[in-house]
């Protein structure tokens, strides 16, 4: 099954200041460890950006960019998007398709809204998501750290089955590409 990498939102708006998200520097080297596999298996790895229509995050700033330890190749795709659903009013569909995707693997920032919303909208449009368990982060909130909502989604977005393609949670060591 012919797989693409989505890399969601490691933006230097989100992740230069402090305080940074939870294990930001190790959620960064493990998605170069996936980007440089998928790379190595010529899947698509595909960096979503995240933008508003001013301050952090405007398209084009320095703080729009990909964080700065995050490795971009040539041949890399880069999407823009405006909501946490990285399908809605982007090309990402229509990639997918042109590629013959039947499968997504899912890291990046933030955990429960725009990694949540991408691989609940990816189930539901009918692939199968690998969510990478150790590479997606977040920041700490009121309600809980930033660990518990990682620790939450990893559990409970593989317990939906009712989309019928399966979510799964791997470690990064645990993803394999092989097209």
């Known amino acids: 099954m012919k797989t693409a990498l989505l890399v969601i939102d490691v933006q230097r708006g989100l992740f230069d200041d402090e305080p940074r998200p939870f294990e930001a520097d190790e959620v960064v080297a493990r998605i170069n460890v996936l980007t440089d596999r998928a790379r190595q298996a010529a899947v698509p790895v595909v960096f979503i950006h995240h933008e508003r229509q001013s301050g952090v995050l405007e398209y084009g700033s320095d703080s729009w960019q990909l964080e700065r330890g995050l490795m971009s190749k040539d041949g890399d795709v880069h999407l823009r998007k405006t909501t946490p659903d990285s399908f809605l009013r982007t090309e990402l569909g229509a990639l997918l398709a042109q590629w013959g995707t039947g499968q997504l693997v ?18 539901a449009l009918g692939f199968p998501v690998i969510l990478v368990a150790d590479a997606h982060t977040t920041h700490d909130k009121a309600h809980a750290t930033a660990a518990q909502i990682r620790a939450h989604h990893n559990a409970t977005l593989p317990d939906i089955g009712s989309f019928g393609p399966v979510i799964t949670a791997r470690l990064t060591a645990d993803v394999k590409f092989a097209d």
Do not use: K
Not at 112 to 122: L, S, W
């Open 106 to 123: 899912i890291c990046g920032y933030a955990s429960e809204f725009c990694v949540d919303t991408t691989t609940r909208r990816a189930a």
